[in-house]
């Protein structure tokens, strides 16, 4: 199913003409070198861009269509037309290196011989250029020494001949589609993604642009041991996919992740991400979707207008409509040595997938400080919340990222990890500089009640009930959350400016353990009680009666589970914002 839609996607980025045809590839080259007729270098040209990165700008190699080039990541295999400095002078940083030379010898050997019977000027060149460069003697050409560094770092070098690059020649075209047709391999069978009976590719192209992957690529089709393969059949043949069909699906991989607008990063997962039109507009709106911002928020409110109207969704930037019906792919890679791990893959109608994230952002709203101007809390921030902020590595556990992902587009259940990993940071985090607690964001009671709200179905919560403090709530848990939020602002209003609280000391344990810790609360307030005037000990004392008449007769319960704990901590926050927002009313 992955390969089928990458296959199929190929065949819309190639009418589009956003992907080269087969036996060629888009790859970023650093230099060309201008020959002449001889084959002697007349000089070479740098093809890098300069670019804009923020605010610096930077060079960076151009984007060139050349002769599909060769995976390797050990021994010495040339490409045609296009390679790094050892292949096409021989020539290395490391002068001492002797398998520059080895390397050279090969890529004379590729060029001479596919280019042997072809007559054409630019062909003759390259022919020239590779019988009579000897790579000892490159210190001696001026051109070369003059741009020994540049051609030295590891970019990619293509020939350059009366104005045209040797590989837009449609003498050499002709040739190396030829080679290709030569190429295939001897071993035929029925293509799993195509159905057709051709030839098998045996090696599959390695997929670049996963990150932590190795630079050189990595694959998703490999069979690298005899414990691996089956019925006397080895490497790729294991699982038999036609040359055609490895050339599109790679090639159309390759293509979305040099794409940075196509590509998301959550945690150890990259995402990738694709409409059955192949329609950007749909990338992009998806990408705004998951993850706003204060820019494209108001954007994203429009689109879920329109989606809970049962509407079209209009994209007004571009005057265009974009079809909801049609299936969008989401597919998330993660590495794994040498190989690609698939984290998930998920398919849905794109207006299927808009409406469970809007659903996952409706059981995230939560009531929050007005200086907060966003919204939308996208998967990043969310993951984020489970991350020790002073962490060297703010990476969110392993998978977690991506079953939290896949949970919020298919609208199911969210991992019990993100829950957990939650409540660790809870219970964990706190500001030694100030020596307060800032445990409880706003992102961190979202998700529990988000959590709550879809897991937990033996509790009676409605979303619209708990985005603020909700008053006819019951649940013990809750209402012991609300009542220590109530003890902590008597302390506070009876000790102003008092460095540490009953939060700093008694958050956790009474989250735990209540049956033992709140008689210990109440004791203290007793004695913080008397240094507040008349008038708010009455107030305070209304709240608590009012309360603990919620308790059941039975008493305070000794122990709360987890799914309690996450009522009483979304019970303290409610409580502590609602005390927030009548202060900003004041003001």
Known sequence: MILQSLVQHYECLLKDGKVPRRGWCITKVSF????????????????????????????????????????RSSGISANFLCDNSKYILGIDRDETDKRSKKCFL???EKHLKILENVDSPYAEAVRNFFENWDPEKAHDDPEVQKEWDGLT????????????????????????????????????????????????????????????????????????????????????????????AVFAYTTALNYLLSKKEYVKQIGDTTVVFWAEDANPECQNLFLAASEPSIDNQELVRGVFRNLSKGSSVDVESVLSSINIEQRFYILGLSPNSARLSIRFFYVDQFGNILKHIQEHYEHMKIIHSASDN???????????????????????????????????????????????????????????????????????????????????????????DFVELNENCDETAYVLGREFAILEAIQEDANPGINATIKDRYFNSACATPGIIFPVLFKLKNSHTRKLEKGKQIYYENQLIELQGKIPSSGCPKRLTLEQQGLFILGYYHQTQRRYKKKEEKK
């Not at 709200?453 to 919560?461: A, E, F, I, V």
């Open 106 to 108: 090969a890529a004379k």
């Open 153 to 244: 770092a590891g970019g990619n070098l293509i020939f350059y001949i009366n104005e045209k690059f040797a590989q837009h020649d449609e003498a050499i075209i002709e040739r190396w589609e030829q080679e290709q047709g030569n190429c295939c391999t001897e071993t035929k069978g029925i293509c799993l993604v195509t159905g057709k009976k051709t030839e098998i590719s045996r090696i599959h192209t390695a997929i670049k642009g996963v990150q932590g992957a190795q630079s050189s690529g990595a694959l998703l089709v490999s069979f690298n041991a005899p414990a691996f393969e089956s019925y006397g059949k080895s490497q790729s043949f294991n699982a038999p996919v036609s040359n055609f």
């Open 32 to 71: 060309s070198i201008n020959l002449r007729k001889d084959g002697t270098i007349l000089g070479i040209m740098p093809l890098k861009e300069t670019v804009q990165r923020g605010k610096k700008q930077i060079e960076i190699p151009k984007e060139i269509e050349v002769p599909e080039m060769v995976s």
């Open 374 to 464: 966003l919204d939308y809390y996208g998967v990043w921030r969310m993951l984020q919340e489970t991350v020790n902020k002073k962490a060297r590595d703010k990476k969110p556990q392993p998978g977690m990222a991506g079953r939290t992902f896949e949970a919020i587009l298919s609208g199911g259940r969210y991992p019990e990890g993100l829950y957990l990993a939650v409540l660790a940071r809870i219970r964990a985090e706190q500001d030694q500089k100030e020596n307060k607690i800032y445990k409880i964001t706003r992102g961190r009671a979202a998700i529990i009640k988000a959590y709550l709200l879809r897991n937990c179905l033996n509790l009676t919560m409605k979303g619209e």
